[in-house]
């Protein structure tokens, strides 16, 4: 079987959601792009790039600007079923997620731009 190499996620604003994925998922942004995003030079359509340098067996996430005039469906760009504690929780709210749901056994929130993701919890 095929494994997972990397995840894109299709987005209007870059700038706003390659931080917030890079604080979700605890990948950082490689530095070339580090530094696009801090002096706002990504030329249009321009995909960020967020990598574990350290462990490269781990999914690439790219944050890809869609083309001018393009429609972005909503939901349903992405989805990504993440685990997390009460501490991780609070950092994806303040990273600027908000709630869409609460489940039994997750929470379904959405990005900054309304992209759905579901924060479980660590299973023992």
Request: hydrophobic share 40%.
């Amino acid at each position: 079987m095929p494994e997972l190499h990397a995840i894109v996620i299709h987005c209007r604003d870059p700038y706003l959601l390659a931080p917030f994925w890079s604080l979700v998922t605890g990948l950082p942004v490689t530095p070339e792009d580090e530094a696009r995003l801090a002096d706002r030079s990504l030329t249009p359509g321009e995909a960020v790039l967020l990598r574990d340098p350290h462990h490269r067996h781990r999914p690439q996430v790219w944050i890809s600007p869609v083309r001018d005039g393009t429609e972005l469906p909503r939901p349903g760009r992405i989805h990504l079923d993440l685990v997390g504690d009460a501490e991780e929780r609070a950092a994806v709210l303040e990273a600027g997620a908000t709630v869409v749901r609460e489940l039994p056994r997750w929470t379904v929130f959405a990005d900054p731009e309304g992209n759905e993701f579901c924060l479980l919890p660590h299973q023992p």
